[in-house]
C-alpha cells in the first residue's frame, strides 16, 4: 500500500499516460494521471524534487517534476538516452506506468522571499528549473526582479517554446533567449547563454541563482556568476544520480558522504564544491 500519510508513494503506483508531448528531438512530455482517485488527490510536490517512473518490463529511473505544484497537470518531461526512457519511448496514450515519491528536498522557497530570482539554463536544463519558475511566477509578489536567460544550440533545442513565448509576454517578469547557432528565421539573440548575463543587468545583492545545463555552460555561467560578486552559497543547482530506492537505503546514489535522493538533488554550488562533484 502507498504511505499517504506523508504524501510519499513508496511503492509504485499504477498510472495512466494521458498525452504525449513532443518537445525537440529525442525528448517529450508525457501527462500521467494515477489510477488511484485518492493518490491522484494526496499526490503533492515541492520544486526541485523528483520521482521514480516504472516501466514495466524495462525498469526504473528517477526523473525531475517539471510540473509547478500548485495547479499544473501532473507531467514529466524526459530525454531518451537508455533502456527505460527507450521502452517509454514506444508507449501510447492509455498505456501503464508506475510511479512512486515524491523525494528528495526540493527548492526551499521560504527562505527566497523578497529576494532577486535569477534562472539560468541550458538545453534540457530547464526541465528541473521550470517548476520553480512556474512557482515563482504564481507567487510574484514574494520576490524581487525574476529573471529567465535561456540558450540553447538552435531555436528547435529550446525546451517548452509555448512557455518561452507565454514568459516573454509577462509584465514585470524578465525572459531572455539565446541560440549557439541560429537558423535563417531566427530574430533573437545569438551567443552562449552566459553572454545574458550583461544583456539582463542582473543583480548580485540580495540575490539567488539557479543554474542547470551541461557541464560546459554551467561552469561559464557560474564562474560569470562569481566574478560578479555572487556567493557560492546564493548558487543552487540539481545532481542527478542513478537511484534504485529514493529512500537512502541502496546507496546507489551516493556521493562522498551524501545521498542525493534524501539530501538533494538540490545543493548550493558551495555544497557541490565540498562534494567534490563534476557538473
Sequence with gaps: MSNM?????????????????????????FYIKFDNPEVQKNFK?????????T??????????????????????????????????????????????????????????KGKNLIYVAGGIGLIPLRSSIVHALQHREDFGRIIVLLGARTPNDLMYQNNIEEWLKIP??????????AT????????????LLD????????????????????????????????REDNILSTLERHMKCGIGKCQHCAIGRTLVCTDGPVYTYKQIKTLGEEI
Design 45 to 53: 510536490w515541492k520544486s526541485g524534487q523528483i520521482v521514480m517512473l
Design 199 to 230: 544583456k539582463a543587468n542582473v543583480p548580485v545583492d540580495n540575490t539567488m541563482a539557479f543554474v542547470c545545463g551541461p557541464p560546459i555552460m554551467f561552469n561559464s555561467v557560474i564562474g560569470e556568476l562569481m566574478k560578479r560578486g555572487l
Design 5 to 29: 500519510d506523508n504524501k510519499i508513494v513508496t511503492l509504485p503506483e499504477i498510472a495512466t499516460i494521458e498525452e504525449i508531448k513532443e518537445e525537440i528531438q529525442d525528448v517529450k512530455t
Design 172 to 181: 514585470g517578469f524578465e525572459c531572455y533567449v539565446t541560440v549557439d547557432q
Design 55 to 112: 516501466i514495466f518490463g524495462a525498469g526504473e529511473a528517477a526523473f525531475s517534476l517539471p510540473g509547478a505544484p500548485e495547479n499544473d497537470r501532473f507531467h514529466l518531461s524526459i530525454k531518451r538516452v537508455g533502456k527505460v526512457t527507450s521502452a517509454l519511448f514506444e508507449l501510447e496514450p492509455g498505456d501503464k506506468v508506475g510511479i512512486r515519491g515524491p523525494f528528495g528536498n526540493g527548492f526551499p522557497f521560504a527562505e527566497f
Design 184 to 195: 535563417a528565421d531566427w530574430k533573437g539573440e545569438t551567443g552562449f547563454v552566459h553572454t
